[in-house]
C-alpha cells in the first residue's frame, strides 16, 4: 500500500504536503518512538527559532529586561508555550478519565488554547517594546524606503503563487480514476 501512496503520479517526485500526510500514518506503525519525535521536533524547532531574539533579550540583557514592562508579557509568553507543549505531549485529561473528553477539553484542543493565549501574549509583548523603545528603535535603524517594502510583497506574493501553482498543477495532472466494474 506505501508503493501505491509513493509511487502514485499525482504525488509528484518532490514531497508535498498531501505525501506527507500518508507517510506519517505508515512510519507511525513501523517506528512510533520516532513519528512521535519528529513530531515533537515540528513544533520545537519553529518555536525555538522565533524565539531567539526573545531569549537573546531576557536573558544576556537581564538588567535592561528587568525594568522594561514587556519582559513579564514574555515571560508568560513562555510558560503558555511551555504548557501547550505539555498538553501536546502528555494527552493529560484523556489518560486521566478516558471518554469524558471525548468532545469537549481533550488535550488538543488545549493545546490549540495554550498557543493562541501565548500568541495574544507575544503580540501584547512586542507592542509593548515598540512603544517603550520607540525613540531607540528610530534612532538606530533607517526608515524602510518604497523599493525595500515593494520588493519584500513582490517576493511573498511570488512564492505564495509558485506554490499554489505548483500543487495545484499537481492535481490537474493525476489521472482521472477509473470507475469500477461490476463483476457479472
Known amino acids: 500500500m506505501l508503493s501505491q501512496v509513493t509511487g502514485n503520479s499525482c504525488f509528484g517526485r518532490w514531497p508535498s504536503p498531501a505525501r506527507a500526510s500518508f507517510l506519517p500514518v505508515f512510519l507511525e506503525v513501523q517506528k512510533p518512538r520516532l513519528c512521535k519525535m519528529l513530531r515533537v521536533l515540528a513544533f520545537a ?19 535592561e529586561s528587568a525594568q522594561n514592562e514587556a519582559t513579564l508579557y514574555h515571560q508568560k509568553h513562555v510558560a503558555m508555550t ?16 478516558p471518554g469524558c473528553f471525548d468532545y469537549i477539553g481533550h488535550s488538543h484542543q488545549l493545546f490549540h488554547v495554550c498557543v493562541i493565549l501565548a500568541t495574544h501574549m507575544q ?5 509593548l517594546d515598540k512603544t517603550l523603545r520607540k ?9 524602510l524606503s518604497f523599493p525595500q517594502i515593494a520588493g519584500a510583497i513582490l517576493l511573498c506574493l511570488v ?14 495532472r493525476a489521472p482521472e480514476p477509473e470507475p469500477h466494474k461490476k463483476e457479472a
Do not use: C, K
Open 82 to 97: 511551555l504548557l501547550a507543549s505539555f498538553f501536546y505531549s502528555a494527552h493529560l485529561p484523556e489518560r486521566l478519565a
Open 159 to 172: 512564492f505564495s503563487l509558485s506554490n499554489i501553482i505548483y500543487f495545484s498543477a499537481v492535481l490537474y
Open 135 to 143: 525613540e531607540w528603535l528610530l534612532a538606530s535603524s533607517g526608515a
Open 45 to 63: 524547532y519553529p518555536y525555538t527559532w522565533d524565539s531567539l531574539p526573545i531569549f537573546y533579550r531576557l536573558f544576556l540583557f537581564p538588567g
Open 123 to 127: 503580540m501584547e509583548a512586542i507592542l
